[in-house]
């Protein structure tokens, strides 16, 4: 995927290019793992700002993969889930992503083999 195939969006909070940056560097190591990402859209939200409260990020991914679903993983400032840190939302929503794209991957490769072992059963004269 190029750089140019990624859309970063920053919802409540003022652009920050650090974080632009490391959005980035996280695609790249997925696109490394898994090179059938053809585009996607990262978002960076700040739901609620209040005066005196830290403040919880939430991070959306969702990419475009070829031949398969979509990847489409939500890390959302919750009692569970608290990111006060946007740097440490995009890494955790980054390291969701690649567990939901190695889980296709798994997939994919039982799939196959699966098939594999019916041609060759079927090709061995199996009822």
């Known amino acids: ?27 790249e190591k997925l696109e490394r793992f898994f090179d059938r990402i053809t585009g996607g859209t990262v978002t960076v939200e700040l739901p609620h700002r209040h005066e005196g409260k830290s403040q919880k990020f939430s991070v959306h991914i ?34 969701a992503a690649k567990r ?4 296709k991957v798994n997939r994919m490769q039982d799939k196959k083999t699966r098939q594999q072992s019916d041609i060759a059963f079927s090709a061995s004269g199996g009822v």
């Open 62 to 95: 969702h990419l475009t993969i070829a031949g398969l679903d979509d990847v489409t993983v939500s890390h959302e400032s919750g009692p569970k889930s608290v990111h006060e840190d946007a740097h440490k939302a995009v890494h955790d929503a980054f390291a």
């Open 100 to 103: 939901q794209l190695k889980d």
């Open 1 to 27: 995927m190029s750089s140019n195939a990624l859309s970063v969006v920053f919802r409540g909070l003022d652009h920050s290019d650090s974080l632009e940056k490391r959005i980035r560097a996280e695609s």
